[in-house]
């Protein structure tokens, strides 16, 4: 890229550099692609959950119970249930970079279709979590 | 090499291995890889952790400690951490510019990963063993 010479003369037809304010449109498969890396991250720092519950359940029964103290919280459902959405939702995504690394999925109403069918399947799949385990807690 | 005009290196062997990442594609094989793992031991992981999700301490040490559901964990514990690593890479290299504060991210980012797999890793085996 650093080699890349700027033109020196105006190209007969100026083209909009993308991204172009006044033409920007935000698309589906842009905001899910954001999800992706973002769910990503929140999935990196959930991880951190996981490992003080297994520590705590190592170390003994009272940091067991002080851990579990926050999880039957509000704040601890509300953190576990984005946990289990963000992990459904960046696997949908996965998923859909298998099925890219194949070179299928790439036609306008497929991707239309993989990034609504991906969202309506990650929110379906954690309510069916979160009902099945309520209901056998 | 200085006494030589020309080199008999081909143009990608001068560059190989000098990306941001200082590697190839083995980062993309691995994410791939990993990624591969992590959706059935994701999915289990997310069924051991709502059926021990209410249990009280006794019970949940004894659902932690049965050894598919042991080996399970630390498979996920594995690639997950494999995975979520490289995944930060990325996005540390995607968003950290200057040379100096890119290397000591992309260190720090390894250090958690790292911490975060010995820890899970330890306490899972400690649970398991009865210890
Ligand atoms: C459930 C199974 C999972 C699948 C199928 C999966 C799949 C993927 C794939 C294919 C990518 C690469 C995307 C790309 O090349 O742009 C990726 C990126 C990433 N994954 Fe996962 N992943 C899973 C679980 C996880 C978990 C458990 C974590 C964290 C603990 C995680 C963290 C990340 C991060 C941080 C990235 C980088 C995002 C980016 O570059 O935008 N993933 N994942």
Known sequence: ?137 | MSQFKFSIRTPAGRVRGLGSARSGTEHFWLQRLTAVANVPLAIAFIIIVVSVAGRDFEEARLAVGQPLIAILLLLFILSGVIHMRIGMQVIIEDYVHSEGAKVVAVMANTFFAVAIGAAATFAVLKIAFGI
Do not use: C
Not at chain 1, 72 to 82: D, K, N, P, R, V
Not at chain 1, 87 to 100: D, E, P, V
Not at chain 1, 108 to 128: D, I, Q
């Open chain 1, 1 to 137: 890229m650093a080699e890349a010479k700027a033109p020196t003369s105006q190209p007969a037809h100026s083209r909009p550099l993308s991204p172009h304010l006044q033409i920007y449109r935000l698309t589906w498969t842009m905001v899910m692609s954001g999800m992706h890396r973002a769910t990503g991250g929140a999935l990196y720092i959930g991880t951190l959950l996981l490992v003080i519950w297994l520590v705590a359940l190592a170390t003994g029964p009272r940091a067991f119970d002080r851990v579990q103290w926050f999880m039957g919280s509000w704040l601890g459902y509300l953190i576990l249930f984005g946990y289990t959405w963000a992990l459904l939702h960046h696997m949908m995504g996965g998923l859909r970079h298998f099925m890219w690394d194949f070179g299928k999925g790439f036609e306008p109403k497929e991707r239309l279709m993989l990034a609504k069918g991906s969202l309506v399947a990650s929110a379906a799949l954690t309510l069916l979590v979160w009902v099945v385990g309520l209901s056998l807690s």
